[in-house]
Every structure is written in C-alpha cells, then in structure tokens.
C-alpha cells in the first residue's frame, strides 16, 4: 500500500492548485483497492481509505509548505532553485563558467579604411564597424567581444576607435568606449593596429518562428561549458530587441517579456511562459544566443603566428541593415596577431558558493567594499584571496595563485616560486650584479640567491662567478642538490628622500608597439624607409636593430654620407638628447643599423629609466631619463650635400654628432615599451639594525712559545746533560719562538682565521652598525637557469609574461575599482622550502614543499610487454600526478584512486609510494591557501648534451603473471 500513497502524495503536490485533478487521483487509488491491485487491512471499509487519503494530501501540502518557506530565506537554500529567487541580474553573471581573458591585435590598411567608410547620417564624419559577434579563431580556439567596434573617420580625415555604446551589454558593463590603438608602416603601408580586449567564448545563435497556440519550449545542446544566454524577439520592424532571462520559475516581469533558462550538463532549455503570448509582449521571431567557453586555461597566443589568426564578421543583430557591416567583406589589408597570454577564467559556482555569496550579497557591487565582494570578484578571475590586514584605517589584501604549468617534454609540474624576503646589508650590496647609483641600487636578474630551510641569501659576486664556471657536470649537481633561486625582475632598492623603498620592473621583453611616418624632405630626392625593426634586452641595456629599404640614388651614396639617429626629449628637459645608429652590415643589399640604449637601470618613482650614453651635446656625460613607453624620433639623414637649404625637418638633428652639411631625408616616430612597473607585485620591506661587526685575524696566527722550555725532573728540576764541552746545562725541549705542537705533533693556533680581535680581553669593532634590509622578491627555481631545450627555455620566459598580463589585465582593474587606502597585491602560490601541514589528529609539521613519487604498476604478460600501452600509462600518470598534487588535502589513497580511473584494467594493481630523503606523511592537509606542494624536479643530462628538467617520478612496470 507504501507505493500506492507515495502516487498520491506525488500526484497531490503535482496538481496542489487543481482540486479535481486531486480527486481523481484518490478515485484511482480507490480503483485499484476495489480491483484488488493494493491490499489495505479493510477494503470494504470507505473510513480506513478516506484516512489514508487525506493523510497523504496532507503529507504533500506540508512538504509544499515546508519547501516553500525554505526557498524564502537563502540560508536555508540546499539547490539552486532555492537561490534563484533572491538573486539578481548581477548575481547571474559568474553563476557560471566565465571565460579566460585576453588581447588580439589586428591591422587594417588604413588606405581601405577611407575608402570604405560610409557615411553616419546627421554627423560629420564616416565609419566602419566591426559586429560584436565577431569571432576569432586563434588554433581552435574562439574569442570574442561584447561590444561593436566604430572605426571612424573625421572629415580632416584623422581615424577614431572606439566602442558603439547604444546598446548595452548584461554580461560586460562597459568601462569606457575608447580602445587602444596605434598607427604603423609596414613595406611602406600605413596600417592602423587595434588592440582588443576579448574574452574567450563561442556564440552559438538560434532563430525560431514563434507560434502562440503551441508556446515555446525548446531544447540546446552545447560543448564546453554553459556561459551566458541572451534572447532576442523581433519587432514590428524587424530588427531585433533583447528581453530579459530568468533561471527561477518564480521570477517573472509581467510587464516585460522574460524566457526562463534551465541549465543541465551540456543542454540549456529555454521556456517562454504562455502569459507573455496571451499579452502580445512577443514578436513573430526569436533568435537565442547560447554563450559557451571552455574555463580557465592555460593557452599563450605569442606561441601562434599571424596565420594562426583568422576573423569573421558575424553581425547577428543588423544594426543600422548592416550598413558599416558590409564594406568589411571588400578587407584585403587585414592581419591578426596577439603576445598576450589567456588569463582567468572558471567553471560553474557550486551550490555552496553561491549560497555564500548570495547570503554575503558578494556580487551586487562593482566596487567591492567588503572581503566577501573582493574575495566573489576576485575568485571569477581564478585568485584566492589573503586578508594581510582590515581595520579602521587600512586594508591590504593579497590575491594568489599557482603560476602555468609547462607544456614541455621533461616535466608537466609548474616552475618552483615564491615571494620571500631575502637580507641586504647597506653599502654592502654592490657588484655587478646590483648596480648602485646614488641612493638606489639595482639587483640584475643575474644574481643568484640560496635557499637553506626557508631563509634566503643573496651569492656574492665572486661566489656567482664560481658557481657559473664550474665544469656542466659539477654544476648540475651543486644545482640539484642545492636550492639555489633567480628572480627574472629587476628590482630597483631607493633610499632617497630619507625613505626605502622597493620596485620592481620587468625588462627582459621590450617591443615595439607603434612606428608611422612623420615627414619628408622631398626636395632632396631621396627616399628611405624602415622595413622591419627588432628590440632586445641586453645586460646593459637595449640593443634596437633596423633594417631599411633606399631607392636607388641612396643606395649609391657611400656608407659615410648615409646616417641614422634617434632622439628623445628626457624628463624635465626642453632640449633633445641624441643616439647615432652604427651600420653593421647589409642584408638583401639593404643598410642595417643598430642602436644601443645603455643604462644603469636607475629608475626613478614615476618609472623613467635613465639611458647612459645619449647626450644632449658633444661634452654631454649625464645620464638622461626616458618613460619605460618610450617615444623616439627616427632620422634618416645624408650628409656632404653642399649649398643645400635646410629643410624643416632639420631643427630635429643633433648636429654635434653628425659631419657637416647633414639634412634630414625622412622623419619616422617609433614608440617602444621597455619595460613594465610591477606595482602590484609584493615588495614589502622592512628595516633593523644590523648586527655589530668586529675585526677578524685574517689569517691563522700559530702559538708559539714565549721563552725557553726546559725538561725537569720529578721534583721540578731543570734535567742536565752533557753540553759538548766536558760541562753540563739543562736539556732544553723548545726555544723561544718555536711553534707550540699537540701530541700528535700538530700545530696549536693562538687564533684561528676568522677569529674575532680583541684587546684587553674586549672585542676590536670594525665601523658603526649598518641598516638591514629585508626585502620581499620574486623568486624562481635556479634549476631553469642551466636548462637549454628549447620548450623549457620557452617555459621560462613565459612565467615572468604571466605575471606581468595578471597584474595588467586582472589585479590593475580590481585595484582601480577599490575604496580608498584598499590594496591589493599579487602573489603567487608557494611551492618552495618548507610548508606547514595538518596531519593525524591535527598535529601541525614542516614538509618539504617538493617531493618525488614512485609508482609500481603490476601488469599482466600481454600488457606489460605492449610498449605502447606503457608509453600512454606513464604520460597519463604524470597528467594525474600533476592534479593531485595541487590539492589541499594530498594523500597516497588519493593518487591511487586518481590513477585507477585513468588506467582502468591495464594493470592488475598498483603501488604509491613517497621517494626521497625527507618524506612526508601519507596524508597531510596544506594550512595556507596561498601555498602548493609540487613535484621535485631535477637537472639531466640529455644524449645530444642538452640539459634538461625532469620529474623526480619514478614509474616501475612489474609483469605479474596470473
């Protein structure tokens, strides 16, 4: 009878609002008693069944009621149904995957731009548009924007970029309407280049013919992950508007139309509610936009060429019938490229994170006041967050998280890092390898530290030296045996204005970011051009590369009448300061010139880079600061050309270091970036006196006797014997002045090398006490120094590029949108030294963060002897090891599962064990969210004498015959 009342209850919660369905559905139950389908104690007895009916109506009104009241407070939310109706438009936006972000520059021919530009009606001036649902294609990956991009061009025929605003965006509020953009020749073209902010997703759109008798209830399939939904009717007109969307069946607008969106694993259904057909709220059409994105990944774009790129301009909405759509199919002039990395990205909140943040009301500002709406903004962006300090006055937070892991052949374990103070005395941290300059110093990323326990210190410069020149063997084995650190930034350590302060700067990656033409002298008939440019980072500064392009008439000049100069007016000057360019050979029977920028990286606090050898006049020798985003003016100048005029483009020239009668040809504008201010990264220091110092023998000092020593006898006698000349004088052992020897015939030293000097039994100090500097840097493994295959080497320039886009694109935009005396500051998780863990029964322990691992997989005859079987279980075994060992809580049980999924029956058992010297329990639980365990890597040596990193993963395959 127990299934026959849980049909009515079910039936009686389904048709709670429809009392004669309700009936019927007793009236069956009464049905199947009479027919004798359910047994009941009395079935002739109507009392005992009209009990158990209304028992179980009853039963379905109070769970009706229960669940109703629960879905009134979120606290008491146990699905997502519960939440949706307490949340609103905002709280939906990172409800699901959100998508990583990223930059995509793209050239157009600006000669195109002006010929296909049509014009705006009712304005001054003409345009091209790129719809927002354009696609790139990057590899297979698509990206995308949210907004159209107006390309306009003014009557006086200057161009303008920016966003088309009139219609907003539910998923991305626009910020501001301007985008960055540049001009540059490329073989004599002038190209406009467009950076674009784009997110990396996948429109898919649907148009449906809508019919009111039947309603709307449709389902989509997608791949990937579920992002956003946008639903669109036509209007009378037929272009199309968008409504709203809800996820809750109790949410509605009755006055706007609404689609309700029920989202399951790979499929969003989309329900249009018969109310809003019976209220002429719809149009004829509907058209569904299923938003998709693949998450958090980790994809460099700088790793594809241009022809990686592809676009197209999918204008779904017909803004405008398309009018500034059109013209773009007629493009010929038309490139994309990117360097940038993809940042961000994540999947679906689960139930309790969005409880929490929904109950916390974490997502309603774009200001995030509190740490929970710091910490919702931020964990979208793929961080956890620190709380360092929160009070009246002052918040600091830290955002963390693991840095990218490597694509390469030897390991797949994420590059050793941390942040960690290391101790600098003043007026002793000066070498080549930190530079000093007045008050500042600069450490190069060329010095080399070490890691004993968790304490840092900084090598030497002789101590550098030695270890750089050891024979590659020895090398690698100091480096794997010991840990030694690198920090791939500068970092610049001020003292001036009676202060200390700390910056750091990426300048390893400079690039050119715009060159266009300025100007010619065309009256002296001749014509050069830049065809290609290349800018390096060099120990000593920058090395800039040109390659030109001259018609004829220069290329017959000599060498000596042809020339090359760059000019800047640097910081707080009105004069111009100048760089010759040095020809260094031809290619393709055209001149190339190189321009050394060289500098003692003395970085003032408004980030202006002072450059050592451009000079302003033939006795110049100061220094002269540039920005970091450097413009300079490029000259192309002849000389010899006598009783010519001078051109206008002549007030440009640096005459001092040009032979007479110089004119300028071609005036060309380059702008570069140098170099990047990291104020975002973590450099706390802090100050204390440092410990007395005291004067040491500087060498060992042997004791020595200070007088005569004679043998006695037991009564303390001086011993005679016989002295050669018939007489006697006591036996003397040891002279005055003779070394002082122990039994074993060793000398005893009064001091010993090192030994602190004292007088009168006090110590000797050496100078007044300094100031010690603990300063916070950025620190990776020393073992990527010595590798040198080529994807490592990759691996290790990439890391620094992250950092540099997460401070860039994620933690810049959150710091710009915080209160007052909010910071916030990157850090990336720690997987050096030693870290703190929980263990049984809560007992806390120090483990080394890197640690090897040994599998033993047992096989049967016919798979263990399948070497390609083995080949694929060790590739997935180390994909495996790398996930689990990012986890919180790690433990041994964990890999084995983790493993058993992946390799199913191929092998008969497994065994996983910790390998080294130091291991850590066989479970243990990470106390800090801003810290990983990783897998011990270390250095090898390859058959073609490359060296390599590789896993500390031992993978045993035992054949186990049944």
């Known amino acids: 009878m127990s299934s026959s009342l849980k049909d009515l209850k079910n039936n009686t919660l389904m048709f709670r609002s429809n009392p004669n369905a309700i009936q019927r559905a007793a009236y069956d139950l009464l049905e199947g008693v009479s027919d004798e389908s359910y ?20 039963s379905a009104a109070m769970d009706f009621t229960a669940t109703a009241t629960r879905q009134i407070y979120p606290e008491l939310a146990v699905t997502y149904e519960d939440l949706y109706r307490h949340m609103s438009d905002a709280d939906y936006r990172d409800r699901f995957a959100t998508p990583g972000r990223s930059n995509i520059s793209i050239l157009l021919l600006k000669s195109e731009i002006i010929e296909l530009a049509k014009e705006v009606p009712n304005t001054s001036y003409r345009k091209l548009t790129l719809p927002k649902n354009t696609e790139f294609s990057v590899a297979g990956y698509p990206f995308g924007f949210h907004y159209p991009i107006d390309i306009r061009v003014q009557a006086h025929g200057g161009i303008q970029v920016v966003y088309d605003s009139r219609v907003s965006s539910p998923i991305a509020p626009l910020i501001t309407n301007q985008l960055e953009w540049s001009r540059m020749d490329i073989n004599n073209l002038e190209f406009i280049k467009i950076d674009i902010p784009v997110e990396q997703f996948k429109v898919a759109t649907y148009s449906i013919a809508l019919n009111a008798s039947t309603g709307f209830t449709e389902q ?19 272009s199309w508007s968008e409504i709203k969307t809800t996820h809750s069946e109790q949410v509605h607008d009755l006055k706007n139309a609404t ?48 022809t990686a790129f592809s676009a197209q301009w999918r204008d779904f909405d017909n803004l405008d019938e398309g009018a500034f759509v059109a013209p773009l199919s007629a493009i010929t002039g038309f490139s994309a490229f990117s360097a940038s990395l993809v940042v961000g990205g994540s999947r679906s909140l689960s139930v309790e994170q969005l409880r929490e943040r929904v109950i916390l009301n974490a997502n309603l500002s774009s200001t995030p006041i509190t740490q929970d709406q710091l910490a919702a903004s931020i964990t979208t962006l793929g961080y956890s967050i620190i709380k360092i300090i929160d009070n009246v006055t002052d918040r600091v937070y830290q955002a963390t ?25 003043d007026g002793d941290t000066s070498d080549e390898h930190a530079l000093t300059n007045g008050t500042q ?26 270890l750089n020149n050891q024979e590659k063997n020895v090398k690698i084995n100091l480096f794997n045996n010991n840990q030694y650190l690198y920090s791939p930034f500068h970092y610049v350590l001020d003292r001036s204005d009676d202060r200390f302060d700390v910056r750091a700067y990426y300048l390893n990656d400079p690039e050119l970011k715009s060159r266009y033409f300025e100007g010619e002298n065309s009256e002296l008939g001749y014509q050069m051009t830049t065809s290609g440019i290349n800018i390096t980072a060099t120990t000593t500064g920058f090395i800039i590369q040109l390659k030109t392009r001259g018609d004829v008439r220069i290329n ?50 408004s980030h202006h880079i002072e450059l050592t050898n451009a000079k302003m006049y033939s006795s110049d020798i100061q220094p002269h600061p540039i920005n970091l985003n450097a413009q300079f003016d490029l000259l192309y100048i002849v000389s010899g050309l006598n009783n010519q005029p001078d051109g206008s483009l002549d007030d440009l020239l640096g005459e001092d270091f040009l032979p007479p009668e110089s004119h300028v040809i071609i005036h060309e504008r380059l702008a570069f970036k140098l170099g990047t201010a990291l104020v975002d990264l973590l450099t706390q220091s802090r100050t204390s006196i440092s410990s007395q110092v005291y004067r040491t023998h500087e060498a060992d000092v042997p004791m020595l006797y200070s007088e005569n020593v004679y043998r006695r006898d037991s009564d303390g006698l001086p011993v005679l014997v016989d002295d050669g000349n018939g007489g006697l004088e006591a036996d003397l052992i040891h002279a005055l002045g003779d070394p002082v020897l122990d039994d074993e015939d060793n000398p005893v030293y009064l001091h010993r090398k090192g ?46 590029k992250t950092i540099v886009d997460y401070l860039d694109n994620d933690i810049a935009n959150l710091s710009e949108n915080m209160l007052e005396r909010t910071e916030l500051y990157f850090v990336p998780k720690r997987n050096l030294g030693t870290l703190e863990v929980t263990v049984e029964d809560g007992d806390r322990r120090l483990i080394n963060a890197a640690q090897g691992l040994q599998i033993d997989y047992y096989m049967d005859n016919q798979n263990y002897n399948d070497t390609n079987l083995r080949q694929t279980i060790e590739q997935i075994t180390r994909v495996i090891i790398n996930e689990q060992i990012n986890q919180a809580t790690i433990s041994l049980s964990g890999f084995t599962s983790a493993l058993t999924v992946a390799v ?54 035992i054949r186990h015959q049944t």
């Open 904 to 957: 199913g029956d191929d092998v008969v058992s497994m065994k996983v064990l910790w390998q080294g010297d130091d291991i850590p329990p066989e479970t243990f639980t990470l106390l800090d969210n801003s810290t990983n365990t990783t897998i011990r890597q270390k250095l090898v040596v390859l058959f073609d004498n490359n060296v390599q990193l590789e896993d500390d993963i031992t993978i045993n395959f």
């Open 441 to 466: 110093t600069t450490l190069l990323p060329s010095n080399i530290y070490w890691l004993n326990g968790n304490q840092v210190t900084r090598l030497s410069q002789s101590e550098v030296t030695s």
């Open 259 to 306: 689609a309700v969106l029920k989202v399951t694993e790979g499929s969003l259904e989309v329900h249009i509610p018969q109310y809003y057909f019976n209220s002429n709220l719809l149009g004829n059409n509907l058209r569904i936009d299923v938003y998709t994105t693949r998450g958090p990944i980790d994809l460099n774009l700088g790793n594809f060429d241009s």
């Open 220 to 238: 989509f399939e997608f791949n990937h992950h579920f992002y956003y939904c946008r639903v669109y009717t036509s209007n009378a007109e037929g």
């Open 755 to 800: 030994d602190i000097k004292t007088v009168d039994g006090q110590p000797v100090i050496d100078g007044e006490r300094g100031l010690k500097r603990f300063v916070n840097l950025f620190l990776m493994d020393g073992r990527y120094l010595n590798v040198t295959v080529e994807d490592q080497l990759n691996y290790r320039t990439q890391v620094p």
């Open 39 to 58: 047994q009941i104690l009395t079935p002739t007895n109507p009392f005992v069944f009209l009990l158990e009916a209304a028992a179980a109506t009853a």
């Open 401 to 425: 998280r693991a840095l990218p892991s490597p694509e390469t052949e030897g390991t797949t374990t994420v590059v050793g890092a941390m942040i960690e103070p290391v101790a600098l005395i």
């Open 556 to 605: 017959a000049l000599p060498d000596s009448q042809v020339h090359t100069q760059l000019s800047f007016i640097p910081k707080g000057e009105t004069q111009r300061a100048y760089i010759n360019g040095v020809l260094i050979g031809e290619v393709d029977d055209e001149r190339v010139y190189e321009f050394e920028l060289t500098t003692r990286y003395h970085i003032d606090d």
